[in-house]
């Protein structure tokens, strides 16, 4: 079983009244110096069986036509290392 | 016989009582529509009510955008079939591409609920026919995801073609680009807005106006004399 991953972000010419509010707390945190906050989703799919250039085109399409409203958001899918290979190569 | 106008239930779906008890009072016949059916029993119309279909997960109608009925009334609407959708209903009118755009948070945050002043910009759709073009009228609003979005270039052809055809006056209440509250598509079947008309038809309850009536009489006109 893999993990592919599917962040979708809203386009940079969008206004993003979450991500500023977020960035307006920070300084109350103690947090300097963040001059922007922009917030997304992230998708995380289980996927069954390989994956392969036929699976990953179909999870494109499904994050086109369903993850993502494209009128207003980007989107980038990306498969996820398993986790005992990541830790390998620490 | 009189006009048969549907409204879809959605998982969520708020106002379809609202909408129904609209329709009858306008004079037409209100038909029930559920989510998972496809067929839509012969109407004539139909509405697609407010409220948080599927919970609003995902996004504001996106998810009821791939409901069965939807299949249908995507289809049937690019056919000529009138179709309303208020609030939620409009979100999934532009999540289903029958309306350009898009709707986002509204700019504050909050929700908001109030009686909104609009102006009607185009009396000529199936659903607006009984207004004057510039007529002022007072009807409630109440959204979560309410600002209106598209690129420039849409924005400017909307305009250009008479297709906004209800603005926010006074105060834009969601961050709504060019105070836009509802908007046509092309052969003026298809309306969608974010305020509801629905809860302004009798002198007793919202605005103690009845400015939203005009929506369902000018349907049914539109029909009857069809």
């Given at each position: 079983?893999?993990?592919?991953?599917?962040?979708?972000?809203?386009?940079?010419?969008?206004?993003?009244?979450?991500?500023?509010?977020?960035?307006?707390?920070?300084?109350?945190?103690?947090?300097?110096g963040?001059?922007?906050?922009?917030?997304?989703?992230?998708?995380?799919?289980?996927?069954?069986?390989?994956?392969?250039?036929?699976?990953?085109?179909?999870?494109?399409?499904?994050?086109?036509?369903?993850?993502?409203?494209?009128?207003?958001?980007?989107?980038?899918?990306?498969?996820?290392?398993?986790?005992?290979?990541?830790?390998?190569?620490? | 016989?009189t006009?048969?106008?549907?409204?879809?239930?959605?998982?969520?779906?708020?106002?379809?009582?609202?909408?129904?008890?609209?329709?009858?009072?306008?004079?037409?016949?209100?038909?029930?529509?559920?989510?998972?059916?496809?067929?839509?029993?012969?109407?004539?119309?139909?509405?697609?009510?407010?409220?948080?279909?599927?919970?609003?997960?995902?996004?504001?109608?996106?998810?009821?955008r791939?409901?069965?009925?939807?299949?249908?009334?995507?289809?049937?609407?690019?056919?000529?079939l009138?179709?309303?959708?208020?609030?939620?209903?409009?979100?999934v009118?532009?999540?289903?591409?029958?309306?350009?755009g898009?709707?986002?948070?509204?700019?504050?945050?909050?929700?908001i609920?109030?009686?909104?002043?609009?102006?009607?910009?185009?009396?000529?759709?199936?659903?607006?026919?009984?207004?004057?073009?510039?007529?002022?009228?007072?009807?409630?609003?109440?959204?979560?995801?309410?600002?209106?979005?598209?690129?420039?270039?849409?924005?400017?052809?909307?305009e250009?073609?008479?297709?906004?055809?209800?603005?926010?006056?006074?105060?834009?209440?969601?961050?709504?680009?060019?105070?836009?509250?509802?908007?046509?598509?092309?052969?003026?079947?298809?309306?969608?807005?974010?305020?509801?008309?629905?809860?302004?038809?009798?002198?007793?309850?919202?605005?103690?106006?009845?400015?939203?009536?005009?929506?369902?009489?000018?349907?049914?006109?539109?029909?009857?004399?069809?």
């Amino acid at each position: 079983m893999a993990r592919v991953v599917v962040d979708v972000m809203l386009k940079p010419e969008i206004l993003d009244p979450q991500g500023q509010a977020v960035q307006r707390a920070l300084p109350r945190l103690g947090f300097e110096g963040i001059s922007d906050v922009r917030q997304g989703k992230r998708f995380e799919l289980e996927v069954d069986g390989p994956v392969d250039e036929a699976a990953l085109a179909r999870i494109h399409d499904l994050a086109e036509s369903f993850l993502a409203n494209t009128v207003i958001e980007d989107f980038i899918v990306k498969v996820e290392e398993p986790a005992d290979v990541v830790e390998a190569a620490k | 016989m009189t006009a048969r106008i549907g409204v879809v239930t959605f998982p969520g779906s708020l106002d379809d009582r609202d909408t129904r008890r609209a329709i009858r009072l306008a004079g037409a016949e209100p038909v029930a529509l559920w989510h998972k059916d496809k067929d839509l029993k012969q109407v004539d119309a139909v509405v697609l009510p407010g409220g948080f279909s599927y919970g609003d997960y995902l996004r504001a109608g996106a998810i009821s955008r791939f409901s069965p009925v939807m299949e249908t009334v995507v289809e049937q609407a690019k056919a000529g079939l009138p179709v309303l959708g208020i609030c939620n209903g409009f979100q999934v009118l532009t999540e289903a591409h029958l309306l350009p755009g898009a709707m986002l948070g509204n700019n504050h945050l909050h929700f908001i609920c109030r009686d909104q002043k609009l102006r009607v910009e185009n009396a000529s759709t199936a659903w607006t026919g009984d207004y004057r073009a510039g007529q002022e009228i007072l009807i409630p609003l109440k959204n979560m995801d309410g600002r209106y979005v598209a690129d420039d270039y849409t924005l400017d052809k909307l305009e250009a073609e008479g297709r906004v055809a209800f603005r926010y006056l006074d105060f834009n209440p969601n961050g709504s680009l060019r105070d836009i509250a509802g908007i046509t598509n092309e052969a003026g079947n298809v309306v969608g807005l974010m305020p509801h008309p629905e809860h302004a038809v009798e002198p007793l309850i919202g605005t103690g106006r009845t400015d939203g009536l005009p929506f369902f009489t000018s349907i049914l006109k539109k029909l009857v004399n069809a």
